[in-house]
């Protein structure tokens, strides 16, 4: 399942200005700031005597080389700090909220939404539904546009806030209404074109749902967001994820092969044809979708840039990529004995098949794939990084996992050991009495195998 994007940072939303500014969550070390002697607690209320209410307004004012900060403590006694620094150099003030002021959250309520397919208990974070376009200029994160108006608008072409991420879905406007179920959603053509008559780069997402903007809908949506290129200059069309928490939610279908075989064979028409017309194909199928229809990827060339891996569009490539690199650098044998094992989701399996080949032509090396069906979710989530602990511990207890269990990286909450389930590596790898190894890409894997290359 492609073109989900689990939020496994943020903090719940809380509080964070008060009539004394903001509160300071943390000063990096060797820091302008931390080097001025603020501290973790005080409230930063303004800077070079004007008051600052996002992230945005926050970086612009720091950006001279020259500041006067007004700061509060907790007991409300003001102090001035006067910091020279570079020019747009880090000032090292980290606050409670990623826009430094409260998150904008998503007013919609779409038939096909991730947030809400998931079960309780989960760690707050997994359950916020953001929609702002700070996040999705700082972050990539994907944003619907129906909470922005023509202010908000004017302020991000007058800030060159670019590039941004919109979740298009349709440009039909009553389909895209009953898609997203939020009443404001039909303006989706004129908002686009109001950012890109102002500069502002996009790159757009489609999730395709079987029954609702498939068929002439979907082409028309194409179609008329081919006229905002190259403003809008890709579109990820990527195929609903469904989990089995759908209860009391609209009914939905995921693809079938079949369905997934039409939609590369009539998108990939059509991405030659604007190749032809604009200089790239514009329009990207996620890796979801070739897998489905038992298609080859396209080529390495296709992908331009890169510009839509969050939503599963040239993982797999990329992968493949790798794995030539690695079969041209990497020794044909190891310095000791090892037994090594592997895991992925089902929708990787067919790519790492392939590097398990490799690895069985290393002298000194065994190596075992195991590929984990996702017990927890359910559905048809396949990806690798909607694994939780409990299906890995569900799976693999009892199987030959030799000296070290290799697991992708994007399995675990950014700078920290916890599945989305909250269970931590720790707990696994003492449940499975193996060391595991947390790996992005091959080179990780390659870096155990010989330390010394």
């Known amino acids: 399942m492609a073109g989900y994007k689990i939020s496994r940072n943020h903090k719940p939303c809380i509080k964070t200005r008060g009539p004394r500014g903001f509160a300071i969550s943390g000063v990096k070390e060797a820091s302008p700031a931390a080097l001025a002697g603020i501290k973790r607690g005080e409230y930063l209320y303004k ?36 910091i020279d620094k570079q020019y747009d150099e880090d000032l090292g003030l980290e606050f409670f909220s990623p826009t430094v002021g409260p998150v904008r959250h998503c007013r919609n ?97 489609v999730v395709v749902c079987p029954g609702l903007n498939e068929g002439a809908v979907l082409k028309k949506t194409v179609e008329d967001l081919s006229f905002f290129y190259p403003g809008l200059k890709t579109v990820a069309l990527v195929p609903v994820g469904l989990t089995r928490y759908r209860r009391r939610l609209a009914p939905l279908s995921s693809f079938s092969s079949l369905q997934a075989c039409r939609i590369v064979e009539e998108y990939s028409a059509m991405q030659k044809r604007f190749q032809e017309k604009l200089g790239a194909p514009f329009i990207y199928l996620a890796d979801e979708f070739y897998l489905l229809a038992g298609k080859p990827l396209p080529p390495h060339e296709h992908y331009g840039a890169y510009q839509q891996l969050e939503n599963g569009v040239g993982l797999g490539r990329l992968f493949l990529n790798e794995l030539e690199i690695w079969k041209k650098e990497t020794p044909a044998s190891l310095p000791r004995k090892m037994e090594i094992s592997l895991v992925t989701g089902q929708s990787g399996e067919v790519f790492l098949n392939k590097f398990i080949k490799e690895l069985d032509k290393i002298k000194g090396l065994r190596a075992y794939l195991y590929v984990i069906p996702n017990s927890f979710w359910g559905g048809n989530v396949t990806v690798a990084g909607l694994l939780t602990g409990s299906d890995l511990l569900k799976s693999l207890r009892g199987k030959n996992l030799g000296d070290v269990l290799f697991i992708p990286s994007v399995m675990l909450k950014e700078s920290s050991t916890l599945f989305l389930d909250n269970m931590s590596l720790d707990f696994l790898s003492a449940g499975l009495k193996v060391r595991i190894v947390p790996v992005k890409g091959l080179v990780g894997i390659k870096h155990y195998l010989w330390p010394a290359e």
Not at 127 to 136: A, C, F, N, Q, T
Not at 164 to 192: C, F, W
């Open 109 to 205: 309520h779409c038939v096909f939404c991730f947030v809400d397919q998931q079960p309780t208990g989960m760690r707050l974070s997994l359950y916020e539904k953001d929609d702002d376009y700070r996040l999705s200029f700082f972050y990539g994160n994907y944003i619907t546009l129906t909470n922005l108006g023509e202010l908000d608008i004017k302020r991000i072409v007058r800030r060159g806030i670019s590039p941004l991420y919109v979740s298009i879905h349709a440009t039909e406007p009553d389909i895209r209404r009953k898609m997203m179920g939020n009443a404001a959603a039909g303006n989706i053509l004129q908002q686009l074109k109001e950012l890109v008559r102002g500069g502002i780069e996009l790159h757009g997402q």
């Open 47 to 82: 800077i070079n005597n004007s008051l600052f209410h996002d992230i945005l307004d926050y970086q612009y004012l720091c950006s001279g080389s020259s500041l006067l900060l007004t700061l509060y403590n907790k007991k409300g006694q003001r102090r001035r700090i006067n």
